[in-house]
C-alpha cells in the first residue's frame, strides 16, 4: 500500500493505481474472475475512474455523503509490467475470461423451445470458435446442451449445425499470419546488400558491382510478395530497419580510390595495370560499360595517329599521355596543361580539340566527381542565389527593358543546383 497510489472509494471499495510499461499493444480494460465470479476489473486504455477528493450522496441507500480518498501514504504511481501481473493473478486462481462450460451455462438457462433449437445451437456454436474453441470441444459442449432441452435435436443435426457454424466463422474471420518486420528485414538484407546515403537518407542496393538508386522500391516489392498482407507502415518500419542497421554513408566516399576503374569484368588499377572481381566492399556508383582486354589493339587509329604525326613517337606518346589524363579521376588536381602551337601537315588546331572533345566524351564517365563539389551545389541551389528573387525589382527591370529597350542590359544570369549556370 506504501509503494503506489490507494484510493477508497465511497462504498469502502479500494482503487489500485498503476502505470503499465511502455508496450506496442496496451492492456486492455477487463474484469477480473475467481471461480468464475467477478471479483472487480483493470481499467486500462481508453476508460476512466472516478478521482480522489470525489464525493456523491447515496440515493439508494441511507443519502449518505460519500468520498473518494487517500488512504496510501505515498501519491505516485508505480511502474510495473502489467503482462507479469496478469500471470500471477493467473497462478492465483484469478482470470480475465469465464470458462467456456460457464458462458454455455448462462446462455441455456432457458431451454431452447421448439423451433428455435437449431437457430440457438447455431449462434452459441459461432461463439465459441470465436473464442478460438476447437471443433471437437465445440461439438462435445453442444451435444450436452442438446441434451437439457425438452425436445432435444437428433445428434446428426447437431453435428451437420455445429460444422455450418465452423465454416462460416472460418470465412468470415480469417486467421491472418502477423506480420514479422524483423524476421522480413533480415531476409532482404540477406538477398541484396544495402546502403543508406548519409544526408539524404536514400537507400542503395547492390547490383553487378554497383550501386544503384531504386533501393526502396526494390525492399517494397520484395516486401509484398514475401507477406501478402502486408500493410504499408509495415514496410515503412521494415525500410527503417535497414537504413539502421545497413549504417548511413557520406557520398564521397564512393569511387574514392581515384585510381581504381570500375569496368564490366572488375575493378581496373591503374597503377598496377591489374583487374579484380566487383566486391560489395568498394563503394562505386559509377561503372564504365567496356571490358578490360590488354592484348586488344586499335588499328585504325595507330594508322591515324601515325600518319597525323609522321610516326614520331615521341608525339605519339605524348598525344596518348595527354588522352590518359582523362581516364584519372581527379586529373582537374593535376598541374598538368597542354597547349597545340603549330599546324602538322595542314592538319589545324581543330582536329586536335576535336580529338579531345571526343577523348572527354568518351571517358567522361570515368570520373564521377563534379567540378562543383556537394557544399558548392549547396549554395547556388540556394534561393537567394537566383537572380528573380526580388519581385519588385523584376518589374523594374522588365519596364525598364521593354519601355527603354537598349538602355541597359538584360537578365541572362541563372543559377541551379548542379552549377552549370
Known amino acids: 500500500m506504501d509503494k503506489t497510489l490507494v484510493v477508497e472509494t465511497g462504498s469502502k471499495g479500494r482503487h489500485y493505481y498503476f502505470k503499465d510499461i511502455a508496450r506496442v499493444k496496451q492492456v486492455k480494460t477487463t474484469k477480473l474472475y475467481k471461480d468464475n ?5 483493470i481499467k486500462a486504455s481508453t476508460s476512466y475512474v472516478i478521482g480522489i477528493g470525489s464525493s456523491y450522496t447515496d440515493i439508494e441507500k441511507d443519502n449518505a455523503f460519500k468520498t473518494y ?5 505515498t501519491n505516485k504511481v508505480l511502474q510495473i509490467d502489467f503482462e507479469e501481473v496478469l500471470t500471477k493473478l493467473e497462478e492465483n486462481g484469478i482470470t480475465t475470461t469465464k470458462s467456456k462450460q460457464v458462458y454455455l451455462e448462462t446462455r441455456i438457462v432457458d431451454k431452447a423451445k421448439k423451433g428455435e433449437r437449431n437457430t440457438q445451437c447455431f449462434k452459441i456454436a459461432c461463439k465459441l470458435f470465436k473464442d478460438h474453441s476447437t471443433l471437437e470441444e465445440c461439438m462435445s459442449l453442444m451435444k450436452a446442451w442438446n441434451i437439457t432441452n425438452d425436445n432435444p435435436l437428433d445428434e446428426s443435426e447437431i453435428i451437420r449445425t455445429v460444422e455450418s457454424a465452423n465454416k462460416t466463422v472460418s470465412v468470415k474471420e480469417p486467421k491472418q499470419p502477423e506480420i514479422d518486420i524483423y524476421k522480413i528485414a533480415a531476409k532482404l538484407m540477406s538477398e541484396y546488400t544495402f546502403c543508406t546515403l548519409e544526408k539524404s537518407n536514400e537507400i542503395l542496393f547492390y547490383s553487378d558491382g554497383i550501386y544503384l538508386e531504386g533501393g526502396e522500391q526494390v525492399i517494397s516489392k520484395r516486401s509484398r510478395k514475401i507477406a501478402e498482407n502486408i500493410k504499408l507502415h509495415h514496410i515503412r518500419e521494415i525500410k527503417g530497419i535497414i537504413r539502421d542497421e545497413t549504417g548511413y554513408i557520406r557520398h564521397d566516399e564512393f569511387d574514392k580510390d581515384s585510381h581504381i576503374i570500375n569496368l564490366k569484368q572488375g575493378l581496373f588499377n591503374l597503377k598496377t595495370g591489374t583487374i579484380k572481381a566487383h566486391s560489395t566492399d568498394y563503394l562505386s556508383r559509377v561503372r564504365i560499360p567496356v571490358y578490360y582486354n590488354p592484348k586488344a589493339t586499335c588499328p585504325r587509329f595507330d594508322k591515324f595517329l601515325d600518319s597525323s604525326l609522321e610516326l614520331d613517337e615521341k608525339k605519339i606518346r605524348t598525344v596518348l599521355e595527354m588522352m590518359s589524363y582523362t581516364l584519372i579521376k581527379d ?16 592538319i589545324k588546331k581543330s582536329w586536335w580539340l576535336s ?7 568518351t571517358f567522361g564517365g570515368c570520373s564521377p566527381k563534379p567540378t562543383v563539389n556537394v557544399l558548392q551545389r549547396g549554395y547556388l541551389a540556394d534561393y537567394i542565389m537566383r537572380p528573380d528573387r526580388d519581385k519588385l525589382a523584376v518589374k523594374m527591370n522588365d519596364h525598364a527593358f521593354y519601355s527603354r529597350e537598349a538602355s541597359r542590359g538584360g537578365r541572362g544570369a541563372g543559377g541551379g543546383g548542379c552549377g552549370c549556370n
Open 37 to 41: 465470479n467477478p471479483i472487480g476489473d
Open 69 to 73: 480518498k487517500q488512504i496510501s501514504s
Open 331 to 346: 586529373s582537374f588536381l593535376l598541374q598538368k596543361a597542354f597547349m597545340n602551337t603549330c599546324t602538322i601537315q595542314g
Open 355 to 361: 580529338l579531345f572533345v571526343l577523348t572527354a566524351i
